[in-house]
């Protein structure tokens, strides 16, 4: 199913990771009755299988962010923007990659998390991002309310088989790779995300054993409708 698509997360550095600001029940502007609601910001849309050259490069970092663009663009009402491979390659191409293979090794996901702060990716430039505390369930429903995250995980190649990564892909003995993926949806039984174009469905087991990463963006170009974006801004820095 997925054997022959590509990986391309390189490792992240969890010291690094812990100094991004966290966004908490606490000081995320979402009613906590609300973020107890499943969400998932693919609902009701026709789905897009662009697999944005994740299939022949480690693009993934680079295929998440354009795949968030490409959710949030018909959230805030602006469907007629259009995201392609070309934005996916243009960011790969920030961060190392010279079109060889030598260089089509993946990315860091924090390095690809500050890029996308000073550069714009798809000719949107985030505002500013947030580690979600992916252990904690209210932590990662409160954050998927706000919009959906990028999360890098540890694969194993029991995932390959599977659309659902759950328990005994977690358990799979052999590691496959790090890879990053779009996280969309979120309810108490699991979450959905996408990943080369197809739905990647995620357990509480899987996410707890295999992710290693979990970042919410903030653009105040492309945020839903009735978000608290001075908020979000403020908290980033610590206000």
């Not at 354009?66 to 663009?73: I, Q």
């Not at 996308?116 to 209210?138: K, L, M, N, S, Y």
Request: charge should be negative; charged fraction near 20%.
């Amino acid at each position: 199913m997925f054997s022959h698509l590509k990986l391309g997360l390189r490792p992240h550095d969890p010291e690094r990771v812990g100094r991004v600001v966290k966004l908490t029940p606490a000081n995320a502007p979402v009613d906590p009755l609300v973020s107890r609601t499943p969400k998932d910001w693919a609902l009701g849309r026709a789905w897009d299988d662009d697999v944005l050259g994740n299939d022949v490069l480690g693009d993934c970092g680079p295929a998440a962010v354009v795949n968030w663009l490409k959710m949030m663009a018909a959230a805030c009402g602006r469907d007629r923007l259009v995201f392609t491979v070309d934005d996916a390659r243009e960011a790969y191409r920030a961060l190392g990659w010279d079109g060889t293979d030598a260089t089509d090794t993946g990315v860091v996901l924090l390095d690809l998390m500050e890029h996308w702060t000073r550069h714009p990716i798809g000719g949107f430039q985030i505002d500013c991002f947030f580690v979600v505390g992916f252990g904690d369930a209210e932590h990662l429903a409160t954050a998927v309310q706000i919009a959906p995250l990028i999360v890098g995980a540890e694969l194993t190649t029991d995932c390959q088989n599977s659309e659902t990564w759950g328990a005994p892909e977690a358990d799979g003995a052999q590691v496959w790779g790090g890879h990053a993926y779009l996280y969309h949806s979120d309810s108490p039984g699991g979450g959905s995300g996408k990943s080369w174009g197809e739905p990647i469905y995620t357990t509480p087991p899987f996410r707890a054993q295999r992710w290693r990463e979990a970042y919410l963006p903030v653009c105040q170009e492309m945020m839903a409708p009735g978000t608290d974006v001075l908020r979000l801004l403020n908290v980033a820095k610590g206000l």
